[in-house]
């Protein structure tokens, strides 16, 4: 059995580590073995985990950004596998647009595209555009993968 080439919410959430309302894509338009294009509405949500006071300001672009490479990650795990653990170590040449995403109309497009890697880091670019493709956000980031946290010593 092979990776599905769409997923809904549901099944995003059963490939990324976050879960409930702090997964924050909405469906898997598509993807291959270099990118990823993601889909979500969750920026205009009232109850949207990362909104202050302010809203939902544009740097929240870039937790959009690493879920879809999360999931593009675990897309690419070999079938049966756990895929690696990670997390978002930099992110850089990120360029801003807007001030804020929760005043966007229409859903939110989530692009990330795998620029190079090897079993210890990876580095994409990524793009969050509104509905008529202009970019809210881009940049690229690097994720580390099979770094284990340092735990205090008993």
């Known amino acids: 059995m092979t990776s599905p080439q769409t997923l809904d919410r549901a099944g995003i959430a059963a490939r990324i580590p976050h879960s409930g309302s702090m997964c924050l894509l909405d469906r898997l338009e598509s993807w291959d073995t270099d990118a990823i294009h993601c889909s979500t509405r969750t920026h205009a949500l009232a109850d949207n985990p990362l909104r202050t006071e302010g809203g939902l300001l544009s740097p929240n672009a870039i937790e959009y950004a690493a879920q879809a490479m999360a999931l593009h990650g675990g897309l690419l795990a070999t079938e049966g596998s756990e895929p690696s653990a990670g997390f978002l170590a930099s992110a850089r040449n990120v360029r801003l647009s807007v001030e804020r995403l929760d005043d966007i109309d229409g859903p939110l497009d989530v692009r990330a595209r795998r620029l ?10 990524f793009t969050v555009s509104n509905a008529q493709g202009e970019a809210l956000a881009e ?16």
């Open 139 to 154: 940049g690229r980031a690097v994720v580390v993968l099979n770094t284990p946290l340092n735990e205090p010593a008993p």
């Open 116 to 125: 190079s890697g090897d079993v210890n880091q990876i580095l994409y670019e």
